[in-house]
T-cell receptor, first 115, second 111 residues
Framework: NAGVMQNPRHLVRRRGQEARLRCSPMKGHSHVYWYRQLPEEGLKFMVYLQKENIIDESGMPKERFSAEFPKEGPSILRIQQVVRGDSAAYFC?????????????FGDGTRLSIL | DAKTTQPNSMESNEEEPVHLPCNHSTISGTDYIHWYRQLPSQGPEYVIHGLTSNVNNRMASLAIAEDRKSSTLILHRATLRDAAVYYCILISNFGNEKLTFGTGTRLTIIP
């Protein structure tokens, strides 16, 4: 089942380090979304990307967070100088745009823990 | 995006039908009604979506009120694997389709 693949599944970082989260969309999907889920809370939209373009980053914190989706390779969510409050589950989803209102297919997330 | 309201939690007995309600009184004419669910320790999973007519697929049925101000997700025969948080989400046909998750309904299945 070539679904959305996220790695690593679990990531532990110390305060001040960098975290890099990877997402490979489903085959044929060129639209990627990142969401964050804080403990005991719902998912919050962060950023929407198409190949090589950021379409909507209205949910991204203004500092330390960045995302890319290069022409080749997975989408990367990068968090610089991590702090305890960055501890969360980060989910990636992909969709196809051939038809409107296509469902988003989610990966199983990366659980980031900050020591 | 228009807001949805769902009960915080529901319980159902195994092998019985489950009706999960969702109110969306400010829905616009171009909003689709989507349902996702999130099983423990997993990412959300698409369940079903519709615009005006009732919809059926292998997972569930979606009943949409005539005025579209409410909808009901129907699981015809609940199993223990259906225990999850169910989210009702409105998506504009003209938006960029980012999903706005509310608090959802936590469904507990009683064996």
């Amino acid at each position: 089942n070539a679904g959305v693949m996220q790695n690593p599944r679990h990531l532990v970082r110390r305060r001040g380090q960098e975290a890099r989260l990877r997402c490979s969309p489903m085959k044929g999907h060129s639209h990627v979304y990142w969401y964050r889920q804080l403990p005991e809370e719902g998912l919050k939209f962060m950023v929407y990307l198409q190949k090589e373009n950021i379409i909507d980053e209205s949910g991204m914190p203004k500092e330390r967070f960045s995302a890319e989706f290069p022409k080749e390779g997975p989408s990367i969510l990068r968090i610089q100088q991590v702090v305890r409050g960055d501890s969360a589950a980060y989910f990636c989803a992909s969709s196809s745009k051939e038809l409107s209102n296509q469902p988003q297919h989610f990966g199983d997330g990366t659980r980031l823990s900050i020591l | 995006d228009a807001k949805t309201t769902q009960p915080n939690s529901m319980e159902s007995n195994e092998e019985e039908p489950v009706h999960l309600p969702c109110n969306h009184s400010t829905i616009s004419g171009t909003d689709y009604i989507h349902w996702y669910r999130q099983l423990p320790s997993q990412g959300p999973e698409y369940v079903i979506h519709g615009l005006t007519s009732n919809v059926n697929n292998r997972m569930a049925s979606l009943a949409i009120a005539e005025d579209r101000k409410s909808s009901t997700l129907i699981l015809h025969r609940a199993t223990l694997r259906d225990a999850a948080v169910y989210y009702c989400i409105l998506i504009s046909n003209f938006g960029n389709e980012k999903l706005t998750f509310g608090t959802g309904t936590r469904l507990t299945i009683i064996p």
